[in-house]
């Protein structure tokens, strides 16, 4: 199997015709002088070489030999410490990090495509140098000065890692049970003490420090804190200290992400500092949130996009039975590209692949847009960062798992052979569904807060902003219109929601993730018909062409999927939720 | 968790009430004496204790354990062997065996749903049972009598076990390849040399015995004919004789099924016996493929309804966040199935495992009516196992992978962790799309030779028969018509592709997943009509009320999806065809 190839032209394509970097950029003081396009080309150039050359081959043995638990000490696999310094050492955890830290202060937009590469490259490894990232946005939002600057360039240069820790036995999705404890210290510091599970990259052995963003509640107070617990406290001049009270109770066997560190983790006593104001711990974690679900969207475009190179090259490669009609080449056996049912599911892969980068730099476009932006622009951004988050993650992970299986099934036989790599695949990109907030947990937010939350105003303005798009667009009246009339059922479908949604406590619930699926398909059949048109003025004619085969195939052959999501929303939540629970 | 329990009550409820058992098996003179539903009932409640007790105990470690390859040989995890030889003194493995050659009799619609049981409580347990059973099958419809007194009761028995060598490493779907060559002895057996791989079962510690069937060509023939190859050489006496020149090249590493042993298979001048004519092998094999077939599509709806159990079982245990509207019991938090997306979830696995289980025990029949049956019912059922056999294979091992994602996805974080067994059926589930013919094989079976093979001719007498069926159901007339609306375009949709088969010739396999899967959501709403039919005179009115919530739900929620798929296959084959492999 050949390396893994980052798609840097398609990444160029999407941010220089599609979404307009350049003059995005240029609009924002923040970072005008940083980022041109022939920047950010450099760095994907960079990137990409970084990916295939050092990340993806820690993939496999990283699978095979997975993370270990020995003496309270977590180890990664051979060479992830190695690969990981060199990572650091470059500046990549630290590459939309903040200026004034010592991050390289690149917008998101960027930034998510070094993700992607990265995802595609190796899901565990490029989680630990995620989750930093993530870490030291959370601070930066929301810690004090002096947090800040004791912490921050350690995260950005890679130094110390950082983890998240929310979920515990008892509490996953309702964080209103969580037990961890925090006990004010006279010093101005907390005493944290609990158990935290499910914590990705609690503990290993990449870094000198592991820095925690806890969620723990204060004495007396059912309101939820956050607070910033090192693994090893850090003296004043930033010299490490002594260990805290943190310890790994076990690490969890799982699925796939082997290579990543999934920990129980231990608070007896901890020393840990307040993020952000008491009781407003979530309000602090969701800044990351936004940022950090896009990731995991992202987890699961990395995937498809690695699934579908690999199966392209097998398609072209494995020869079995005769073309339709004949072979092409008149040889005994045929490539298996030849066979329609191959082309479908490579075409499917590669047609949602592809739109879901453009869903993924529109959000990243959106979050740069909410941080250096202007005004209005800067508003509505935000508005927008909160609509399409929850669809980035969702739709993103969900059809990165259809896309990873699909790919699976070109290799037939083979393709369930560890020694294959396409199953790993299929297992890492699994939990993409699950965690961050499962992707019902996202489509509930998505249709009770976002969609309805503000009775359809943004999602209203979000179409008519579309609608609008589309108009000016180089495609034929029928294919706009099967866009467009999928966009107006789908308000009227979300104005059914809206209009029943007091009277059926439990319709946002039950309809929530086929009105996310709508969208989502909806969606995709107008980013095909802005790509083809984009795509049109190329001045590479296979390009261009490829892009308007794609826009066929999607617009003719999935688009429909659109249909059976948004007739399954407008009939009421009877179905669901009418059969008493001990029928079940 | 709680083990695994057969789902007894849907069992007799398809036998006896759904699918008239007794008065088919009555009708049968070959069983008619062997066999009613109180023989049947009594052998499945016998069957779900040896499963609960006996075979689910050996999942997990299986799983964790896994075969191992030592020294030339195949060792099976721990318990594996021990539990083997009592489900086959008990007389499972011969349940439908020929009672001539000490095999039960049992007929297929019975047997299948054992089949069920085994695969819901270990998928790689219940294979080795099950390919012995098919060889078994191939030997007794087309081996020699000599061969059938030596093999069959020792392959009923349990003592032996069967493999079925296929595969090589050029030749997988497209067997015209293979390269494996059996030159004719004096003594008038064969000496055959080739390697065969994916051979499930091929070698291992279970039985002290392994009958293989072999396909491979005879000298100067490019036909392929069928072997019967013994991994250990049997005696006139029927006594175990020298090795055969028959051995292990090495075990596969797979995604999952880890306790059953994929081999490659090496065979140095083994001694064979030619298994029906030369050149016919195909023929054969086909023979046990309706039946091999039928089994991995169980292997499907066993995975599922195993998943459903203990996502159900989850949701009412797990309590997080609170139902909308307010907790029914006023608790601070409530078990999950309170909430909306769970409730689909749960539902959805349901009604799908249900109906697939129709869909089995309807196939099963028809495979008993072509064996046992008289003229021209006899006649009929063989057209329908045609027909209906690439459906059962392709749709229940599809839906059966949806099915176990959707369970994993109702336990959150703790569905990604090993010791929660979930991920594992999904792991073991995902090859049943496969083997035995990939999905996209099956559906290209289904569409190109089972559908306008004949010009429709038994496609139209099935759907004309359905029509008439539900004409007669107590059903409102909306929800008749809903179904009878989708079995009408489905006709003309395949009147559509028979048209234009000889003018597109891609169109069939482009087209054959879309129309499957049609086919299959369609059938499914017969399926919710005829059980809500006749679940409504059951006199456990609790039963009687989930079958007409169950119908509700498919009716209102999941037929639709025929709708997309439909939708897909009249449009020709160009979005598919038209792109050039080198824009892939």
Redo the contacts between chains.
């Keep these: 199997m050949n390396p893994y190839q980052a798609p840097l032209k398609d990444m160029q394509f999407l941010l220089e015709d599609v979404f307009d970097a350049t003059s995005t950029w240029q609009s924002m003081p923040d970072i005008a002088d940083m980022v041109d396009t022939d920047t950010a080309m450099a760095i994907l150039d960079e990137a990409s070489k970084i990916s295939r050359d050092l990340i993806h081959p820690l993939n496999r043995s990283g699978d095979e030999q997975g993370v270990s638990h020995v003496d309270g000490q977590v180890k990664t696999p051979d060479g992830f410490k190695q690969v990981y310094q060199q990572f650091a050492e470059g500046g990549w955890v630290g590459l939309c990090g903040e200026p004034e830290f010592d991050g390289m202060g690149m917008p998101k937009m960027l930034g998510l495509l070094v993700d992607e590469m990265g995802y595609s490259a190796c899901n565990s490894f490029t989680l630990y140098g995620s989750l930093t990232a993530g870490a030291a946005l959370c601070i930066n939002a929301h810690a004090s000065d002096e947090l800040k600057s004791t912490y921050l360039p350690a995260l950005y240069s890679g130094q110390w890692s950082g983890a998240m820790d929310m ?1 515990e036995p ?5 964080l209103r ?1 969580i037990r961890t404890k925090a006990v004010p210290q006279d010093d101005g510091s907390y005493a944290i003490s609990g158990t935290k ?2 914590i990705t990259g609690g503990d290993h052995d990449l870094t000198e420090n592991v820095i925690h963003l806890v969620l723990a509640k204060l004495p007396d107070s059912n309101g939820i804190s956050l607070f910033l617990v090192p693994k090893i406290t850090v003296q004043a001049d930033g010299r490490l200290g002594e260990p805290n009270g943190v310890t790994v109770g076990s690490i ?5 992400l082997k290579a990543s560190a999934t920990c129980v983790m231990n608070y007896d006593n901890a020393k840990g500092f307040l993020v952000g104001k008491p009781n407003r711990g979530l309000v602090c974690m969701f800044t990351m949130m936004n940022y950090e679900r896009l990731a995991i969207g992202i987890q699961g475009l990395g995937s498809a996009q690695a699934a579908y190179q690999m199966a ?1 090259e097998y ?2 490669e494995r020869t ?2 005769l ?4 072979s092409p080449t008149g040889a ?2 045929d ?1 298996i ?11 499917t892969i ?1 047609a949602m692949t592809e739109a879901g980068r453009a869903l993924s730099v529109f959000t990243g476009k959106q979050l740069d847009l909410a941080k250096y932006g202007q005004n209005e622009a800067k508003a509505k951004a935000s508005r927008y960062v909160g609509l399409m988050t929850p669809v980035a993650k969702a739709f993103l992970t969900d059809r990165g ?1 259809d896309s990873t ?1 699909m790919a ?2 070109v290799f ?2 083979h ?5 294959t790599g396409i ?1 790993q695949l ?2 890492d990109t ?2 993409a ?3 961050e907030g ?3 947990i996202q ?2 937010d998505f249709l009770g807060r976002k969609v309805t939350g503000d009775n359809l105003a943004t999602l209203t303005e979000f179409v008519t902003e579309v609608r609008a798009d589309i108009d000016t667009l180089n495609a034929t009246e029928s294919d706009k219109n099967a866009v467009l009339e999928r966009f107006e059922v789908l308000l009227q479908t979300a104005a059914y929601i809206n209009d029943n949604k007091l009277n059926q ?9 086929d009105f996310l699926d709508a969208f989502g398909y909806t969606l995709y059949g107008y980013y095909w018909l802005l790509m083809a048109d984009k795509a049109s003025t190329n001045n590479d004619a ?1 390009f261009s ?2 892009k308007v ?2 826009a ?2 999607y617009i ?2 999935l688009l ?2 659109a ?2 999501h948004l ?2 929303v407008n ?1 009421g ?1 009877s ?5 008493p ?4």
């Excluded at 406590?505 to 993730?513: F, K, M, R, T, Y």
């Excluded at 179905?575 to 059969?579: H, K």
Aim: without cysteine; proline residues 2%.
């Design positions: 979920t008892q509490s996953g999705s309702d049970t599970i499910f969890e066997h799982k699925m796939g392209a398609a072209k079995q039975g073309a339709a009609g004949g005994s056996s490539p590209i030849v066979h329609g049912d191959v082309r479908r599911m490579l075409l590669r798992l299986v699976q099934q037939g036989g393709g369930y052979i560890r020694e199953e299929v297992r699994r939990i569904q699950i965690y499962t992707n019902g489509a509930i406590p439990a319709l946002i619930n039950a309809s929530a993730v296979d062409a490829q085969y794609l066929r195939f003719d052959k429909a999927k249909d059976y007739s399954q009939q939540d179905a669901i939720m009418a059969m629970e001990n029928l079940f």
